[in-house]
T-cell receptor
Framework: KNEVEQSPQNLTAQEGEFITINCSYS?????LHWLQQHPGGGIVSLFM???GKKKHGRLIATINIQEKHSSLHITASHPRDSAVYIC??????????????????FGGGTRVLVKP | GAGVSQSPSNKVTEKGKDVELRCDPI?????LYWYRQSLGQGLEFLIY????????KSGLPSDRFSAERTGGSVSTLTIQRTQQEDSAVYLC?????????????FGPGTRLLVL
């Protein structure tokens, strides 16, 4: 079982629809990131969360630390939102594996297509 | 302002040759990361530099992979004796202060194809 699981793997929506992408993880984390990878390959950091909820424009990210789950919501979706959305977590550093806190572990991504 | 830049954008090489990939982070960013994204696979951490500290090399897949960061700025990822399974997009990212609560800024990547 991967440390970070995303669902769905693929999602097709009509313009204007509300979209939800889910991310579940199995380790204790210090932070969770949501990234957007455009069809051309460029990656943009959308959110960094350690608790609660963040909103930026039409994007909302939530995290439930107890349930080890995060969601990314896109309201009033638009074709330009078509991209791969990637969840990534940063583990807590351990006494014996200090470096564990340095790296991000990535989910497999959710490919979103918004049709006009 | 200038973002993270990487060069070359594309590299085609023959199996067994060495390649060097370059990353110019955002000026003033102390943390620098290298990642790899193989075709159809997720992103994979390779190496992390923070200031003058020893790098975290825990993600490097083999001893054919090495990286340097000179003067706390530009970084070079070197792959020796390339293999076909090294074909991937190699991404560099930088951040102002490093983990745990940081925003990473990604470069456009170098697409490597090993024939």
């Amino acid at each position: 079982k991967n440390e970070v699981e995303q669902s769905p793997q693929n999602l097709t929506a009509q313009e204007g629809e509300f979209i939800t992408i889910n991310c579940s993880y199995s380790v204790g984390i210090s932070a969770l990131h949501w990234l957007q990878q455009h069809p051309g390959g460029g990656i943009v950091s959308l959110f960094m969360l350690s608790s609660g909820k963040k909103k930026h424009g039409r994007l909302i990210a939530t995290i439930n630390i107890q349930e080890k789950h995060s969601s990314l919501h896109i309201t009033a979706s638009h074709p330009r939102d078509s991209a791969v959305y990637i969840c990534a977590v940063r583990s807590f550093p351990h006494l014996s594996i200090k470096a564990a806190g340095n790296k991000l572990t990535f989910g497999g991504g959710t490919r979103v297509l918004v049709k006009p | 302002g200038a973002g993270v830049s990487q060069s070359p954008s594309n590299k085609v090489t023959e199996k067994g040759k060495d390649v060097e990939l370059r990353c110019d982070p955002i000026s003033g960013h102390t943390a620098l990361y290298w990642y790899r994204q193989s075709l159809g696979q997720g992103l994979e951490f390779l190496i992390y530099f923070q200031g003058n500290s020893a790098p975290d090399k825990s993600g490097l897949p083999s001893d054919r992979f090495s990286a340097e960061r000179t003067g706390g700025s530009v970084s070079t990822l070197t792959i020796q004796r390339t293999q076909q399974e090294d074909s991937a997009v190699y991404l560099c990212a930088s951040s102002f202060r490093g983990p745990p609560r940081e925003t990473q800024y990604f470069g456009p990547g170098t697409r490597l194809l090993v024939l």
